[in-house]
């Protein structure tokens, strides 16, 4: 039996995707990192590596959107290593971008508007 190299669930041999999270799975090179609970993984050799979790969560978004800046950076950041939550990250500073030439938008208009009655 081997594991996910994403999640750690066990897979029948020769299988080419997990069936628990649908990650595509390589062939045993013999060096192959599992996953041994908690928030470490081992492979074969004994070396612990820590588990990445990229569940792109709603957190990073609000970040993204609050600090614009910020989302971009770590968009940049971790657009390889972790795409989803690079993609929740850059999808906050992307909303909060355009909201705020919208009201800008609106504000020119508005004073133009006004400008044009007096």
Do not use: E, H
Not at 41 to 70: E, H, K
Not at 78 to 100: F, H, N, Q, Y
Request: charged share 10%.
């Amino acid at each position: 039996m081997a594991f996910c190299s994403q999640c750690g669930t066990q897979v029948p041999d020769g299988t080419k995707f997990c069936p628990n999270c649908g990650a595509q799975q390589q062939k045993n090179t013999g060096n192959t990192v599992y996953r041994q609970g908690g928030n470490s993984a081992y492979d074969t050799y004994g070396t612990q590596y820590p588990v990445q979790v990229d569940n792109g969560g709603f957190g990073w978004g609000l970040l993204g959107f609050c600090i614009p800046i910020v989302g971009l950076i770590l968009f940049l950041v971790w657009k390889d290593s972790k795409p989803r939550t690079a993609k929740a990250a850059g999808m906050g500073a992307l909303i909060s971008v355009l909201i705020g030439v919208l009201f800008y938008a609106l504000g020119a208009c508005g004073s133009i508007a006004a400008g044009l009655m007096l």
